[in-house]
């Protein structure tokens, strides 16, 4: 009889820290407010991330190399055009879904993953953050607990 061997699907998942952001701003302002108070440098990638053909979210990252920590930011809403044929008074308007990046999360508009070992997300993060004058509210999400932590771990 030969033993069998399973392997984690999380064995090669770096830990990371996530914090869930409320605004209003648009997301080059807020990136803007964050890399004054974090004194952080994101940047837009170059490429959004595809979650299927039809939704695409706009992500910023920065590597920071004096702590070794990589950090991205991601917005957790898209509007796409949805192609119903419709028969009714709005006969040949567009009908527009919303859609979440991370579906238990559907009031947040933004989300900041960090990857790091260890850190007090907390009181490096959090507590500045809401110190931005258009931040309704700023706090850390436990990922183990979200459905649709694929999502996160993809980016």
Not at 72 to 98: H, M, W, Y
Request: aromatic share 10%; with cysteine; net charge negative.
């Amino acid at each position: 009889m030969h033993a069998v061997y399973k392997i984690s699907s999380d064995f090669d998942e770096d830990p990371f820290g996530l914090v869930a952001l409320h605004s209003s701003m648009e997301d080059f302002e807020l990136v803007y407010h964050i890399n004054r108070v974090l004194h952080s440098k994101f940047r837009r990638c170059k490429e959004d991330f595809q979650l299927t053909p039809q939704l695409t979210f706009p992500i910023f990252e920065w590597r920071d190399e004096k702590n070794d920590r990589d950090w991205l930011l991601v917005t957790n809403n898209c509007i796409s055009e949805d192609a119903l044929i419709r028969s009714d008074l709005f006969q040949g308007e567009p009908s527009f879904a919303k859609h979440h990046f991370v579906q238990e999360l559907k009031e947040v508009d933004y989300l900041i993953k960090i990857l790091h070992d260890d850190m007090d997300v907390e009181e490096e993060v959090v507590k500045p953050l809401l110190r931005i004058r258009k931040m309704v509210t700023a706090y850390t999400v436990d990922p183990n607990k979200l459905k649709s932590k694929n999502n996160l771990i993809l980016l």
